[in-house]
């Protein structure tokens, strides 16, 4: 379908294509291993965060917690903030995001452009700083809704109810899915929807290891697991560095001329490590993965170009997922 | 040959500041026991009272999260490399403040 009554109403349906270039050559007589990049980019804010945003402002109407004319408060590094000023423009909302002000200098210029206003929470000063500015926030305003992605079902069901059967119509044949885990809902509501249709499939989470500063908490007990992770749906999970990560975001567009952000490249370094295996182990495997974003917000890093070297360092202490 | 363990910087205080240190041992368990016989205390960290991986503990072995390799029980070879972190799936202010908001 190409015609819609609205932005909104465009929200998914994107394409799977195949790569024929960076699939895993197999030996002569040996069963396909193929691999398929699902374009989330092609979503209307451009990432696979529009339809997490949907499906919560969605859910939060029906339920009476969202009214006209209320105000959002999303913590959120990107993406998620991106997609919700859109839908909180069309929807008639005021977004507030909080964000750590490491990110790229286009995600808060997109949000901004979109009608978001921006609280930032430090980038250095640890956990603690940040827990105070958002307790102070909360405290002054009672009366801003939260949907908090990391928690809230409609993210994961979102993708439970548009990615995976989207995937399942153009790859019956599909035998891993691999996708990147931060709030873990495109994994969790995928994955369900997969693993009760297809016997076998494999769940394969791609989680970005950043620099140093990121992690950098007081103490271990500080650490954070969203509510919505159930490990029992992955079979999976490989963590993926910044160098591997540029490595493979530079691939995509040089050998299958597909632009991506970099928490793309990190999920391809996980497809293709167990499409190896497949080939390895001489079975078939359709692998699916997700393209996140396109690389147009990331440009500003210079990591698309020079040495991998300069690439690691331009993006440490950045949240490039 | 040894195990080359990556030590986040929230545990370096076990490690003398180091932040790769070695290790031997054919599992995890094994790996963990004898970290702790060189950085007293550092096990403690790692592993409950009750014998689990602590929640907010990610330990990798070579990139692959050992929760889906069996755990505490998996299997270790010379020349695997092994990260610990501490869990904060992207961008721990963020989290952190939103556990703060919705006063956890």
Request: contains cysteine; glycine residues 12%.
């Given at each position: ?109 997109m949000l901004r452009m979109y009608g978001a206003e921006i609280i930032f ?72 929807f997969l693993k009760e249709k297809v016997e076998g499939i494999q769940i ?118 | ?104």
């Amino acid at each position: 379908m190409a015609r819609f009554e609205s932005l909104l109403d465009a929200c998914g349906g994107t394409p799977l294509v195949g790569l024929p270039r960076l699939s895993p050559v197999v030996p002569e007589g040996a069963p396909p291993v193929r691999l398929w990049a699902k374009l989330e980019d092609r979503n209307p804010t451009g990432s696979i965060k529009d339809r997490a945003a949907l499906f919560m402002v969605r859910e939060a109407e029906e339920s009476g917690h969202l009214r006209p004319g209320d105000t959002i408060l999303e913590p959120t590094s990107g993406n998620t903030g991106i997609a919700l000023a859109m839908v909180a423009k069309l929807r008639g909302y005021r977004l507030v995001c909080v964000m750590p002000e490491n990110v790229s200098a286009e995600r808060t210029q997109m949000l901004r452009m979109y009608g978001a206003e921006i609280i930032f929470s430090p980038a250095a000063g640890g956990s603690n700083q940040a827990v105070a500015t958002a307790k102070q926030i909360a405290a002054e305003h009672p009366d801003w809704k939260m949907l908090f992605q990391y928690g809230n079902p409609a993210n994961a069901r979102a993708h439970f109810e548009t990615t995976g059967p989207e995937l399942l119509h153009d790859l019956p044949t599909i035998t891993h899915f691999v996708a990147g885990l931060g709030t873990t809902g495109t994994l969790m509501g995928t994955g369900r929807f997969l693993k009760e249709k297809v016997e076998g499939i494999q769940i394969v989470a791609a989680e970005p290891r950043y620099g140093e500063l990121v992690y950098g908490l007081r103490n271990i007990d500080e650490g954070y697991v969203p509510e919505l992770y159930d490990a029992s749906v992955l079979d999976r999970r490989f963590s993926v560095g910044t160098r591997d990560a540029v490595l493979r975001t530079r691939q995509l567009v040089d050998v299958e001329g597909i632009f991506a952000g970099f928490s793309s490249g990190a999920i391809l370094h996980a497809a293709l490590a167990v499409a190896h295996e497949a080939v390895k182990a001489g079975k078939r495997a359709d692998v699916a993965f997700v393209i996140a974003d396109g690389g147009w917000k990331y440009l500003s890093t210079g990591a698309y170009g020079g040495t991998l070297n300069d690439a690691e360092e331009a993006l440490d202490g950045q949240l490039w997922a | 040959m040894a195990i080359e363990v990556r030590v986040p910087t929230i545990l370096r205080s076990y490690t003398g500041g180091a932040k790769v240190v070695e290790g031997a041992g054919d599992s995890l368990t094994a790996l963990i026991d004898d970290l702790d016989a060189k950085h007293n205390g550092l096990k403690g960290r790692l592993i409950t009272p009750e014998g689990n991986l602590h929640r907010f503990v990610n330990i990798y072995v070579n990139d692959e999260d050992v929760r889906f390799l069996g755990a505490l029980d998996a299997k270790l070879n010379d020349g695997d490399s092994i990260t610990i972190l501490p869990a904060v799936a992207g961008g721990a202010l963020g989290f952190a403040a939103a556990a703060a908001l919705l006063g956890v």
